[in-house]
Every structure is written in C-alpha cells, then in structure tokens.
C-alpha cells in the first residue's frame, strides 16, 4: 500500500513539473542578464536609483553654473591633421618614428607629448593623442616600440625607452607651428612610467615640461619585484615637482589602484600640486575600451577627462608663450 502512495505521489509531482515548464520553457533566453537592470550602481538592484552621498564639496564633477543656471562648457574643437615624422635619440642615434597631431587651421599651438601605454600605439590607443589635438595643441606621439622593434604588451621594460621620451620633447619644442617653450606630458598605462622616467630621471621637468597628465598610470618599474609592484610606487613620484593630475576607475585593478594613491598622499604630503580624479562606477581602459563593450560611464569620464585635461594643460602653458 505504501508503495503504491508514493507512486502516486510522485506521478502527481512530474505532471506539476511538467505543467510548469510548458508555462515558463527554461531557456537561454529567459536566463539572460535582465536589461532593465540599473547598472553602474553600487548595490545593481533593479530599478534601484543609484545614490552618491558624499558632500557636494568632495564631488569633483559638480557645477552649480550647470545645476542651477544650466550653463554648459563649450569645448574647444578643431578639425585635426596628421602627419608622420621621425626623431633621432642622440644617446643611441635611434631613430624614433611617432605621428604629430595638430589643428588644421593654420597658426601656433601649445606643444604636448603623448606617450602610448603597455599596448603599443594602435588604433584605439591613437585616438587618445587626436582628441587632445582637437582641443587645439600640437601633439607628438612617438612610437617607442617601433623605434626598438619591441612587440606589443611587453613584460620588462627596456630602459632605453625613457630618453626616447626624453629626446621626444627636443623634437616637438623646436617646431615652427609650437607656441610655447615647453610641452605637457600626456600618457596612460605603463607610458605614465616613461613619462615620469622622462621627467625626473633624465632631468626634463626642470627645463621642458610644465605639466604631468596620465591616466591610469603604471607607477612602478615595471621590472620590479611582486611585492614591490603591490605595494610600492616608484620612487621618482616623490621626485616629480610639476603639477600633475592623474585619472583612474573607482574599479581600477587593486595594485594599480594602491600604487598611484599611495603616490598621490605622499606628493601631498609634501605640498606637491597634484590631483587624483576617480571615476565613479567607471574600470580600467575607459578611455579607449572598443564600442563593443563601452558602458555609458566610460564615455562620460574619457569626455571629462579629456576636457579637464585641456584646461590643466592650459592653465600651466599659459606661462610659457614664446
């Protein structure tokens, strides 16, 4: 008798299982990430409005102009050309091959060097160097990975490549079409590396560059020990003397992230001029991620960072018109 209970029990159960599943089919379809969910949120609940409560003070991005008046900035924006020229690195007699970015209308811009990252100088990485030349500055970019036959993403870091950078400035302040006698460094990734080396090692801040700029930057030899990569910066950060703002994602990689904020609080700490933007909700690469996989977030902070670039840019060439 019992035996014939349970039978039944469970015929009961696979006609209830049955009956649910011709109502809700089980599929790829209905286990997809559910688009309505908000995104970029700090808790991802769906329908949720993402909150922000830090005081208005420490929101860097706030505008009573914009919030109460509904004042917009307007860029400066500039059809852009470009050319490729090469350089020689009198240490080695390398040659260096880069791109030179500048408006299309005719005159003299303020000089700025670009430095590509880790990824070499490829097509997304290029952009970054256009968009500061449509802000209305000559901008070299050299490739100092075709110069020394390097192949993309190295591992170790091939020293040499600093005074690439560094010859890189002599090159750019002596054009015709630059109107300032020194340049601002731009860079991201491991071209933060370059930069600073350029800088502070090989002495170019004293007499060539006005203003340090990088995002998400490499701040560490990069053949430096583990440990060291984790939980150290490079000991040129406390060297750098020039103002130099820094952006990088509040979901940047944790020891890239530790790095360039333990950076940071000792430059302030020593009444250095540097400032550390971080994205809300924004990871690494915003700036140059491909379409594909862009968020909405990404395009608002590579749009702010590059704007806010600009006007740091030009706030401290103002001083060096020649």
Same mark, same amino acid.
């Given at each position: ?30 286990? #997809? ?26 929101? @860097? ?52 060097? @670009?430095?590509?990252?880790?990824? &070499? ?11 500061? #030349?449509?802000?209305? @500055? ?8 075709? !110069? ?19 010859? &890189? ?40 560059? #006005? ?53 940071? !609080? ?57």
């Amino acid at each position: 008798m019992y035996q014939f209970i349970w039978w039944r029990f469970v015929a009961i159960i696979s006609v209830l299982i049955a009956a649910c599943s011709a109502t809700i089919p089980i599929n790829a379809q209905s286990l #997809a990430p559910n688009d309505n969910a908000a995104a970029d949120t700090a808790s991802g609940e769906t329908l949720e409005a993402p909150v922000n409560r830090r005081p208005v003070a420490k929101k @860097f991005w706030w505008s009573d102009d914009w919030f109460d008046n509904g004042r917009l900035e307007i860029p400066q924006n500039f059809k852009v050309t470009e050319r490729q020229v090469s350089y020689v690195n009198p240490h080695d007699d390398t040659d260096v091959p880069a791109t030179l970015y500048r408006p299309s209308k005719e005159g003299r811009y303020p000089a700025v060097l @670009f430095q590509h990252g880790r990824r &070499g100088f490829d097509d997304l990485v290029k952009r970054l160097a256009r968009r500061i #030349a449509a802000r209305g @500055f000559v901008v070299l970019a050299p490739d100092v990975y075709a !110069a020394r036959f390097i192949d993309p993403l190295p591992i170790e870091h091939l020293s040499e490549t600093e005074r690439d950078v560094a010859a &890189g400035l002599d090159f750019l302040l002596s054009l015709e079409d630059v109107s300032t006698n020194k340049a601002c460094v731009v860079s991201h990734t491991r071209g933060g590396y370059y930069t600073l080396k350029a800088a502070v090692t090989h002495g170019r801040q004293e007499k060539q560059i #006005a203003c340090y700029v990088s995002s998400y930057p490499h701040f560490q030899d990069p053949n430096a020990a583990e440990p060291s990569q984790v939980y150290r910066y490079a000991a040129e950060a406390d060297e750098l003397i020039v103002p130099a703002m820094i952006f990088i994602g509040e979901y940047e990689q944790y020891q890239r992230r530790r790095s360039v904020e333990t950076a940071v !609080a000792s430059m302030k700490a020593m009444g250095r001029d540097v400032k550390l933007i971080i994205y809300p909700g924004v990871g690494r690469g915003f700036d140059f991620r491909p379409p594909n996989v862009r968020t909405f977030a990404d395009d608002l902070a590579t749009k702010d960072a590059n704007l806010r670039t600009a006007r740091f840019i030009r706030e401290h060439l103002a001083g060096w018109e020649r």
